[in-house]
Structure formats: structure tokens, C-alpha cells
């Protein structure tokens, strides 16, 4: 199906307005109504090809915060109307050590990045958030309470994702002293995060 999105054609030229072709949707998947997406600027190194691995026609977006328009016939986790988000993978091979540990951004396989990845189901690209929909299995949606603000939670997909991980991952506790480097887009996500957990933190 053809959906409206923001495209870079090539490097060199700002996003225009377009349309590219999505999949149909899969037994596992999950169709969203994007209604925020954060603006990352890993997209614009994407959309520039600064990286040297650009694809084009590409559309960016990978802090994705949205409405469920449908759900393929495997789907229990989620409903039409829900309120959920998407990072920056939408699908992995789900069966190696990894996966099975979920830490399917080590997928033995390869994950599938939000955009600039390859459909497992179709072989052509992914595309992201700066977009009217995407499809995305149902495994890598996470649901949203309904309380929060909306645009502002799209930034916390990535930013947010990135800096809680360590913070958990290595059981920061109150009265622990946190180091932050920088203050730019993760840098103050991991102090705002860091004095809400109630960790006392270290600017350097």
C-alpha cells in the first residue's frame, strides 16, 4: 500500500513530500497512525548519507509515537485505538541467542532497522517515522499510558532508551554518583532520568 511520507530522494536535496509503498500487512504485524515522531540526528546523517550507507528513496523517524489502525491475525498484545510507540527496530529473526535473550540489537541474523533496514517479507526498504503509517511486528511495539504527553514521549524512544539502559543495566541506586558528558540530547535525558530515579549525578 502507498502511503504519504516525507522522503529524501538523494543527499543532497532537502525531505519533500511523497508517497512510497509499505507492505501488506503481515499475521504478526501491526499497522500505527503516526501522530508524533521525535527528530533524531541520526536521521539527518541517514538523509545526508553521512554514514555512506543511505538508500534512497528513504524516509527517516525512528521515535515513533502512534495509534493502532490494525493488527494482523497473530496479534494478542495489542488492539485498534491503543496508544503505543516504535524505536528503532520493527523486526529481528527472533530465534537466536540473542533474540531469545531479548537483545535482539546483537540478532545474530541481523534486526531490522525502522528505515533504511531490509523487509524480511519483501527484500525492499524500511521506512520510518516521517510518515502517515508504519508496520512494524508486533514484538517491537511497546504500549503507552494514555496520561502522558505524546510529543513528548516520542524523544524518549531513543534518547530516553539509550541512557536508561546503562542506569538499569548496571543497578545505579540512590545515593550512586551518575557521569554524564555532555549535556546535548542523551546528556540531559540521563540527568533528567537519573535526578527522577533519584540518583545523584556528576556533571563532567
Same mark, same amino acid.
Given at each position: 500500500?502507498?502511503?504519504?511520507?516525507?522522503?529524501?530522494?538523494?543527499?543532497?536535496?532537502?525531505?519533500?513530500?511523497?508517497?512510497?509503498?509499505?507492505?501488506?500487512? /503481515?499475521?504478526?504485524? &501491526?499497522?500505527?497512525? $503516526?501522530?508524533? *515522531? #521525535?527528530? !533524531? %540526528?541520526?536521521?539527518?546523517?541517514?538523509?545526508?548519507?553521512?554514514?555512506?550507507?543511505?538508500?534512497?528513496?528513504?524516509?527517516?523517524?525512528?521515535?515513533?509515537?502512534?495509534?493502532?489502525?490494525?493488527?494482523?491475525?497473530?496479534?494478542?498484545?495489542?488492539?485498534?485505538? /491503543?496508544?503505543?510507540? &516504535?524505536?528503532?527496530? $520493527?523486526?529481528? *529473526? #527472533?530465534? !537466536? %541467542?540473542?533474540?531469545?535473550?531479548?537483545?535482539?540489537?546483537?540478532?545474530?541474523?541481523?534486526?531490522?532497522?525502522?528505515?533504511?533496514?531490509?523487509?524480511?517479507?519483501?527484500?525492499?526498504?524500511?521506512?520510518?517515522?516521517?510518515?502517515?503509517?508504519?508496520?512494524?511486528? /508486533?514484538?517491537?511495539? &511497546?504500549?503507552?499510558?494514555?496520561?502522558?504527553?505524546?510529543?513528548?514521549?516520542?524523544?524518549?524512544?531513543?534518547?530516553?532508551?539509550?541512557?536508561?539502559?546503562?542506569?538499569?543495566?548496571?543497578?545505579?541506586?540512590?545515593?550512586?554518583?551518575?557521569?554524564?558528558?555532555?549535556?546535548?540530547?542523551?546528556?540531559?535525558?540521563?540527568?533528567?532520568?537519573?535526578?527522577?530515579?533519584?540518583?545523584?549525578?556528576?556533571?563532567?
Amino acid at each position: 500500500m502507498k502511503i504519504n511520507a516525507l522522503v529524501a530522494a538523494q543527499a543532497i536535496q532537502p525531505l519533500r513530500a511523497g508517497q512510497v509503498e509499505i507492505r501488506d500487512l /503481515q499475521a504478526n504485524d &501491526v499497522m500505527i497512525e $503516526v501522530l508524533y *515522531c #521525535g527528530v !533524531c %540526528h541520526s536521521d539527518l546523517h541517514m538523509a545526508r548519507n553521512e554514514w555512506g550507507v543511505s538508500r534512497y528513496p528513504l524516509v527517516p523517524g525512528h521515535e515513533i509515537v502512534g495509534r493502532v489502525a490494525a493488527v494482523g491475525d497473530n496479534v494478542t498484545q495489542f488492539t485498534v485505538g /491503543q496508544t503505543v510507540g &516504535v524505536a528503532v527496530m $520493527v523486526d529481528a *529473526c #527472533g530465534q !537466536c %541467542h540473542f533474540c531469545q535473550q531479548q537483545e535482539e540489537q546483537y540478532c545474530e541474523v541481523d534486526f531490522t532497522p525502522t528505515y533504511n533496514g531490509i523487509d524480511k517479507y519483501t527484500g525492499a526498504s524500511t521506512f520510518g517515522g516521517y510518515a502517515g503509517e508504519v508496520i512494524t511486528d /508486533q514484538n517491537f511495539v &511497546v504500549s503507552l499510558p494514555d496520561n502522558l504527553a505524546l510529543n513528548a514521549v516520542a524523544p524518549l524512544l531513543c534518547a530516553g532508551v539509550t541512557v536508561w539502559s546503562p542506569l538499569r543495566h548496571f543497578n545505579f541506586k540512590a545515593g550512586d554518583r551518575v557521569g554524564v558528558v555532555a549535556l546535548g540530547g542523551l546528556g540531559h535525558m540521563a540527568v533528567k532520568l537519573a535526578s527522577r530515579g533519584h540518583f545523584i549525578y556528576h556533571l563532567t
